[in-house]
């Protein structure tokens, strides 16, 4: 198998590190899983169609280190799986070179996110396509030291707009284009945590951002085998 479609997978849960243990869910040619950070201010659903496995769930409790360990492979690579009985104890992956063994966990030691039950409605739906995702990596870049994005709305326009105060601040704004309008209060989300899911998916060109004024935030992206959706909780200390 291409190993790069297995780090796109990671890539898209892991988040740059904001997400490092999860269980990956292999059956019916497809790979899934359900995923969350350790502040709970963001969970998400991933899956990839497309992959050739057996039908099982993996341990998985430190991604970083699996990271690593894959980086040691070309991109040509074959998995297979090591078991005690049932349970599946390590994921062996070779290339023509070299040999990787990563430790699998027991299933019980990893977290899993609650079942998102009673969404609220998300009135707001903003446009996401590249320029969007190359401004806002950018801008947040640019205020590395600002962690959030506000969300406001005023007479059919829409700004996301990086390090909003009251005051007079550094701050980056962003009018966006809606596909459906509501005006709301002002809702704010964890800015970082935005970006790196925006870098795991900025090959994706066109993407829908949907706000609830409750506080809650969603987003979806569909490219390739790959579907993952992302749901932000709103932060509260945004002056």
């Known amino acids: 198998m291409e190993k790069h479609k297995l780090t796109r997978f990671i890539d898209k849960y892991h988040l740059g590190g904001n997400v490092n243990s ?3 869910n292999s059956g019916k040619k497809k790979l899934q899983t359900r995923f969350m950070t350790g502040d709970k201010s963001l969970l998400g659903e991933l899956s990839m169609n ?3 496995f057996e039908d099982i769930s993996l341990g998985v409790y430190d991604t970083e280190q699996m990271v690593k360990l894959l980086g040691v492979l070309s991109d040509d690579v074959e ?3 090591m ?3 049932d349970k599946a104890i390590a994921l062996k992956v070779d290339d023509s070179n070299a040999t990787v063994n990563y430790m699998l966990s ?3 030691v990893i977290n899993n996110p609650p079942s998102l039950k009673d969404l609220p409605e998300f009135g707001l739906q903003v446009k996401v396509d590249n320029t969007f995702i190359q401004k806002f990596i950018a801008g947040k870049s640019a205020l590395s030291d600002t962690d959030s994005f506000t969300v406001i709305t005023d007479n059919d326009v829409v700004k996301l707009v990086i390090g909003y105060s009251k005051i007079n601040t550094n701050r980056v704004t962003i009018p966006v284009k809606t596909e459906t309008y509501v005006d709301m209060k002002k809702v704010s989300f964890n800015a970082d945590l935005f970006k790196d899911v925006l870098v ?3 090959e994706c060109e066109s993407a829908v951002l949907e706000i609830s004024e409750q506080g809650l935030a969603r987003i979806n992206f569909k490219v390739d085998e790959y579907d ?3 749901y932000l909780v709103a932060i509260t200390d945004v002056d």
């Open 83 to 85: 078991k005690a009985g």
């Open 106 to 108: 027991d299933l019980s």
């Open 228 to 230: 993952a959706t992302y």
């Open 79 to 81: 998995l297979n799986l």
């Open 22 to 24: 999860v269980i990956l």
């Open 200 to 202: 795991a998916n900025k």
């Open 50 to 52: 497309g992959w050739s």
